[in-house]
């Protein structure tokens, strides 16, 4: 569907039509509930070849997995529109938002599963290998590199744990030291322990051949012969439609980026309003994005039966009242 209704009151708007968006979706369209999924189609895997640590979907193409979800969600009732959300604010009534066409939509109730940002460090040659032989994450596509020669940027606080994690899958790990700081004795005895080389200075740019990372050149000239290079992005919540409800991403504790804070079933500080996925959990996978939305699905639905068993008791008593029936308040 593309052009969503600006006169229906959904019960529930999900911005975001990732793992964790259309899990939700799926746990609102079974329990009867109307539900339009904004989607601007830029999961954050896309670069990525398959689907890793997802039970029973090992190696799915992250398209594939988006478009069977799709589906699913529809055979609920579910309606998608592919657009980007600009903006909510709050109504008396519920949300609106504002689609980049300017038109707006109304709900009872705003799921925001817009995911996050991976800003990645600036060397020359690395964005374009980004979730190819250039990653981050362990579960996603370490046992792809498994055996191989790995090399590990050092940008930030997780470079020690990665370098660890990674020596998990092969001997052959080199510590390129970049921007961190030096490691404290401590650190440097860990590494060595594990057989970690450590090397100084800042890499410049990656070598490439025919299509596959081989290396990279350092800032003073020479070569280190790699794999595959692990980094450690800045993850940046996308929370900039969320601005106007008074909402906005804060800096996450471990020191790795900004999230939207929300508490275990994914409510944020304004009511009404849930974040779930990387939006909130920096560290959040495919199956764990999509376990929190079918969580919050479920408590957004039970929120909406308080509200509608309110409203149903404060009518009853009303028509017992017109009625002559006795005030049973
Ligand atoms: C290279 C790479 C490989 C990965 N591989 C794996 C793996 O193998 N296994 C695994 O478990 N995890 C993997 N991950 C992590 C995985 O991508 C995330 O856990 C997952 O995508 C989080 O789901 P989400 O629904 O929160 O966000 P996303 O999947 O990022 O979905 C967010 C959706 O919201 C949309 N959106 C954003 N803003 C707006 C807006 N304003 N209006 C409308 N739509 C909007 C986006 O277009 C997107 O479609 C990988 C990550 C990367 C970077």
Request: glycine share 10%; with cysteine.
């Amino acid at each position: 569907m593309n052009t969503p209704s600006g006169d229906t009151i959904y019960d529930v708007i999900i911005i975001g039509g990732g793992p964790a968006g259309l899990s939700a979706a799926i746990a609102l369209g079974r329990s009867s509930r109307s539900v339009l999924i904004i989607d601007s189609g830029r999961p954050r895997n896309a670069p990525a070849a398959g689907v890793h640590n997802f039970l029973t979907r090992d190696g799915v193409s992250p398209a594939e997995l988006l478009a069977t979800g799709r589906a699913e969600a529809a055979t609920y009732g579910a309606h998608l529109v592919e657009a980007t959300a600009t903006a909510a604010s709050r109504r008396d009534d519920g949300f609106r938002v504002i689609l980049d066409d300017g038109t707006s939509v109304q709900g009872r109730r705003l799921l925001v599963a817009t995911g996050l940002v991976d800003e990645l460090p600036d060397i020359l040659g690395l964005t374009e290998r980004w979730g190819n032989d250039v990653l981050h994450c362990p579960y996603c596509h370490g046992w792809e590199v498994r055996g191989r020669s790995i090399g590990i940027l050092a940008t930030g606080p997780m470079a020690m744990h990665q370098a660890q994690l990674f020596r998990q899958l092969s001997q052959s790990v080199t510590f390129f030291l970049h921007a961190a700081p030096e490691p404290s004795a401590e650190e440097l005895e860990e590494l060595a322990a594990r057989g970690i080389r450590v090397v100084s200075g800042r890499v410049e740019s990656l070598t490439v051949t025919r299509d596959a990372l081989t290396g990279v050149l350092m800032e003073d000239g020479t070569e280190h012969q790699i794999d595959a290079l692990v980094v450690a992005p800045t993850f940046t919540a996308r929370a900039g439609v969320l601005t106007d409800l008074g909402l906005e991403a804060t800096a996450h504790p471990f020191g790795v980026g900004t999230h939207v804070e929300s508490d275990e079933v994914g409510q944020t500080a304004v009511p009404g309003v849930w974040a779930v996925g990387n939006v909130t959990d920096l560290m959040a996978q495919v199956v764990t994005s999509a376990a929190a939305g079918l969580k919050a699905g479920a408590t957004i639905n039970a929120d909406l039966i308080a509200e509608e068993v309110r409203a149903a008791v404060a009518s009853a008593r009303g028509q017992q009242v017109e009625q002559g029936a006795p005030d049973q308040a």
